[in-house]
Each structure stands twice: as C-alpha cells, then as structure tokens.
C-alpha cells in the first residue's frame, strides 16, 4: 500500500507540473487510477506516440487539417501525400468499414468494437508503409505513423462503455478519440434531424469515463468533446440547472423534453465541457466563420487556452456558401481563431465512390482506354511521389522477398524477381 500511495502521490505532481494537464480537470484521483490499473501494465506504444506527435503538433503549429481515411491503403496515400494527421468518422465505418459487414447510416447500428479494428487496420499499413521503407533503405524518411483521431460515437451506452470504448481504442492505436452529447440510443450523423442530447453533467461523466481510461492505460490520448446543441431540438431530461433554461417544457410521444437550440446552448456545454477535454468541437450546419468566431471567442473569454476542433463537413455545400477566395483562407481563418485541428470527415467515402464511378463509366464507355488514362495519370503522379502504380511493392512483397532472403539466402523462390511489374514498370 506503501508503494501505491507513492505512485499516486507521483501521478498526481505530474498532473500538477507537467503542461500537458494544464488546464485540466478529473473528478476522480490519482488514488483511483493506481488502484485501477492492476499489477502489471501492457504498453501502448502506438497510441502514447501519437497522442504526443499529435499534441506537440497542435502547439507548434497554426492547425493541423486531416481527412477522413476509410481503409488503411487511403490513410497510406494520406501519408505519402503530406498530411500529418489522420481523421476516422464512425459515419463512414457505417457505410462501409463496420464488422457487421452491412450499409448503415451514422446512428450506431453497427457493432461497437468496429471503430477500433479499423483504427488497428490503418495502422497495420501505416506500419507496413514503414517497413517497407526502412527495408529499402533508399532515402524516404516519412513517419508514417501519423496520428489517428478516431470517432467514439455518443459511446453506445453510459458511461462504463465510454471507458471501455476508449481502452479498446487506446489499444488499437487511437491518438485521440471524441464522443459527442447525444443520446447514444437515438444517435444520429450531426446533419440529420432527431437528435436528442444527454444533460451536460451525464456529458461531462463521459469525458471522465474517456480520460480515466487513458490515465489507466498511462496515454496522454487527447480527449475531444463534441457538441450537437446547434441543431438538436430534443433532450432527455431538465435535471441539470445549466440545461433548464433552454427547455420549453414540451414533451414528446417518447417522453423526451422539447429544447431550444442555437449558440447559447452550446457555449453554455462548450464552457461547461472545456476543463475536461483537450478540444471542443461545435457540430455546425454551415460553414460560418462569424459564428465559429462567436464560440471561439465565449471560450477563450473563460478559458484562453482551450483548442478547439472544426468539422470541414462534406454535408455543406461549399460553393453555395462561399466564393473561391473564403474557400481558399477558410482553414486559415478558423486556425487564428484557435481551432487546431481541422478535419472533412467524409473525404474517404466520396473520394473512392466518385473515383471508382468515373472510372466505371469511362470503362463501360470506352472499355480499356479508360482504365489506362488511369495509369497514366498514375505515371504521371510518381513525381509527386505516388508510389501505388507499382502495386506489388505497394502492399509489400519486396519486404517479404527480403524475408525470405533472410531466412535463405540461397532462395530461388523470391516473388518480384521475374514478375511483369519488375519488366514493365520502371
């Protein structure tokens, strides 16, 4: 018991002095997470890297923007292509990357644990992106391992599954996970009606749920609070004094309170949330830079600090909204504004649909010159530093010809040697 006090009294001067906390707040103690986390402890090496890469990224530089990755060869490409963050939407694992093997719309329909085997996929082939690399020692000195934020949904449940949630996303590799203040048994996409959120105190529960499964796991995961005030109409219950004000007192056939939505309401969660999360997110219906400065500046009047997250959503319809020029700073404008971290949560379901569409209908209409105006344009990529062209070595069978290689040297059953791509692609 000795030790345990002395850990705790430990954890708690780190809590205090080290400036990754500052600013934040638990409503549990360092006595609770020693006596949590059990006697022997597993490491987290990909999540606590990318819990640090992406903190330290944030503070150094105006904002980091992210696209969504919907497989692990499209967060590669991400990678390759310069991006330093990558961004995970439960609303695409819906659609086509769930472990129900179904089409689902974002309302948390598919098994929980989905989320978190795609996290560990992308960063299977971030990984192997890196052996690749290394093994052929020929210059590229990319990290792959960028940092994923990854989408935890209203937590599909209370929050006991938040804190489990959030181990098996610290497990899989997570750098920072958010969970948003709907009810998880009627959560919808941030753009769709019928939204009903939780009290801000049952909302501040599953920040704590999230963090104390990271202090448990000993990750500094950044924890992001999402709120869908903007929109929502419809909330579960008048217990908490900070909610009560903006309830109608109208009751709904399933007995859920009528509530009102708009700015107030959310700078209202987004102060009450903002010592127990890393970033704030407003889920917002139109990209309007007057009202993300409203919110920004509500925050920083009280907490100066506070970095928040913005939603560069494919739902708007950019072009109706704003001319090429806001377009072209829009990112800009939210960076000075403190929002560091910037993200199109969809990017990887409509890029591969509208990528494969173009091609199907070239091929059903030309049939091959189709397909190679694709490679060409492929060809032509390389000096930009597209690698995928030459899809052998892509998915790394030069790396397992080099363990082969290992195992016998003498082998004469190496795979690229003597293959079309080794003769034709140069």
Known sequence: MAQARTTAEELARRWESDPR???IERTYSAEDVVRLSGGVREEHTLARRGAERLWRQLHEQDYIHALGALTGGQAVQQVKAGLQAIYLSGWQV?????????????QSLYPANSVPSVVRRINNALLRADQIATAEDAGDTTDYLAPIVADAEAGFGGPLNAFELTKAMIEAGAAGIHYEDQLASEKKCGHLGGKVLVPTAQHVRTLNAARLAADIADVPTLVVARTDALAATLITSDVDERDARFITGDR??????????GMAPVISRGLAYAPYADLIWVETGTPDLAQAREFAEAIHAEHPDQMLAYNCSPSFNWRAALDDDQIAKFQRELGAMGY??????LAGFHSLNHA????????AEQGMTAYVDLQEREF???AQGFTAVKHQREVGTGYFDQVSTAINPASSTTALTGSTEEEQFH
């Open 340 to 345: 560091r971290f910037q993200f199109i949560t």
């Open 94 to 106: 819906a659609a086509d990357a769930n472990l129900a093997g179904h089409t689902y719309p974002d």
């Open 21 to 23: 906390w500052k600013g």
């Open 380 to 382: 032509a990529a390389q």
């Open 252 to 261: 709904t056939a399933e007995g859920f309170y009528r509530v009102q939505n």
């Open 356 to 363: 494969m569409f173009d091609l199907a209908r070239g091929y």
